[in-house]
């Protein structure tokens, strides 16, 4: 495995013992839990008269575009959490959790060029492989006039996540133990428990987490192989357009889609007979983001 350049985010993990990597955690923990209790509370201390639970429902649910706006922002509590543990744990500049800054943008532009192109070949299979046509969302000209919101929010949500799973995470593992093996898992099975959802994917939840613990790993090789967070952010961020804003499940999450699958996301048989062709356009993405990064 070609990881040399995972130097460039292990180098400056300073101060690396795994009590302070557990105390890093708590203080994420802390810092989201905060953050996201006074962001919520001061939409809710805008919101209309009256119309405070009303809101409320809608962010949980996220089934229209101020709800999924105001959920996917909130996200970004996390990295805030993370760049917060990584100063103050760790005496680590912040910025460091992106790689160099120039070669991260680089390769997040290349990544998401071939990412997206594999991403739109996997979403056209999977429309081809499922029993209904996928319905109308959202009208074109309404997901146009929202398109300058959804992508800075989508941004927002996938690059605190891959600050915190793997600028953070999984470059502090790294920098105390040499064992790949356990820097690429660790982090993706902490990033697959955060999408285990039995309350909204039913019995299909751990067959999510699976999945999300396989995109883990490719977003973990594709750090460590770059040594910027570029690549992993493009992937999660080109994923996450096409599953939030392109096609999604009917009902949670699905407030900014253009269109929306004939089920929702507790329809345990048709998440479970898609799920083969989501695996395969990981694997096609990832691919895809392997050679975009050679040339």
Same mark, same amino acid.
């Not at 160099?100 to 532009?109: I, M």
């Given at each position: 495995?070609?990881?040399?350049?995972?130097?460039?985010?292990?180098?400056?993990?300073?101060?690396?013992?795994?009590?302070?990597?557990?105390?890093?955690?708590?203080?994420?923990?802390?810092?989201?839990?905060?953050?996201?209790?006074?962001?919520?509370?001061?939409?809710?201390?805008?919101?209309?008269?009256?119309?405070?639970?009303?809101?409320?429902?809608?962010?949980?649910?996220?089934?229209?575009?101020?709800?999924?706006?105001?959920?996917?922002?909130?996200?970004?509590?996390?990295?805030?959490?993370?760049?917060?543990?990584?100063?103050?744990?760790?005496?680590?500049?912040?910025?460091?959790?992106?790689?160099?800054?120039?070669?991260?943008?680089?390769?997040?532009?290349?990544? @998401?060029?071939? #990412?997206?192109?594999?991403?739109?070949? &996997?979403? +056209? !299979? %999977? $429309? =081809?492989?499922?029993?209904?046509?996928?319905?109308?969302?959202?009208?074109?000209?309404?997901?146009?006039?929202?398109?300058?919101?959804?992508?800075?929010?989508?941004?927002?949500?996938?690059?605190?996540?891959?600050?915190?799973?793997?600028?953070?995470?999984?470059?502090?593992?790294?920098?105390?133990?040499?064992?790949?093996?356990?820097?690429?898992?660790?982090?993706?099975?902490?990033?697959?428990?955060?999408?285990?959802?039995?309350?909204?994917?039913?019995?299909?939840?751990?067959?999510?987490?699976?999945?999300?613990?396989?995109?883990?790993?490719?977003?973990?090789?594709?750090?460590?192989?770059?040594?910027?967070?570029?690549?992993?952010?493009?992937?999660?961020?080109?994923?996450?357009?096409?599953?939030? @804003?392109?096609? #999604?499940?009917?009902?949670?999450?699905? &407030?900014? +889609? !253009? %269109? $929306? =699958?004939?089920?929702?996301?507790?329809?345990?048989?048709?998440?479970?007979?898609?799920?083969?062709?989501?695996?395969?356009?990981?694997?096609?993405?990832?691919?895809?983001?392997?050679?975009?990064?050679?040339?």
């Amino acid at each position: 495995m070609r990881y040399a350049p995972f130097a460039m985010l292990t180098g400056p993990a300073r101060r690396p013992q795994l009590w302070r990597l557990a105390v890093g955690i708590g203080l994420v923990l802390a810092v989201t839990f905060l953050i996201g209790q006074l962001l919520f509370g001061l939409v809710l201390m805008l919101a209309p008269q009256g119309s405070s639970a009303a809101l409320a429902e809608a962010i949980h649910r996220a089934d229209a575009p101020l709800g999924m706006l105001i959920l996917l922002v909130s996200m970004g509590a996390l990295g805030i959490g993370a760049a917060t543990a990584a100063r103050v744990v760790h005496d680590r500049d912040p910025r460091t959790l992106f790689g160099p800054l120039p070669l991260a943008l680089s390769q997040f532009r290349r990544t @998401a060029g071939a #990412a997206g192109l594999a991403a739109l070949l &996997g979403g +056209a !299979l %999977m $429309v =081809w492989a499922t029993d209904g046509a996928p319905q109308a969302g959202l009208t074109p000209l309404r997901w146009l006039a929202l398109l300058p919101l959804t992508l800075p929010a989508i941004l927002i949500q996938t690059t605190s996540e891959e600050l915190l799973f793997r600028g953070y995470l999984q470059s502090q593992l790294a920098a105390r133990l040499p064992q790949a093996w356990f820097w690429l898992t660790v982090p993706s099975v902490l990033f697959a428990l955060g999408h285990y959802a039995p309350g909204t994917y039913g019995s299909a939840a751990t067959s999510v987490a699976i999945w999300a613990f396989l995109f883990g790993l490719a977003a973990a090789d594709l750090t460590a192989r770059s040594g910027t967070l570029g690549p992993a952010i493009a992937l999660h961020f080109v994923n996450n357009i096409v599953a939030l @804003a392109l096609i #999604a499940p009917q009902g949670d999450m699905s &407030g900014l +889609a !253009l %269109m $929306v =699958w004939p089920f929702g996301p507790s329809d345990t048989e048709a998440l479970l007979r898609m799920l083969p062709m989501d695996l395969v356009t990981l694997l096609i993405s990832w691919l895809a983001a392997r050679l975009a990064l050679r040339r």
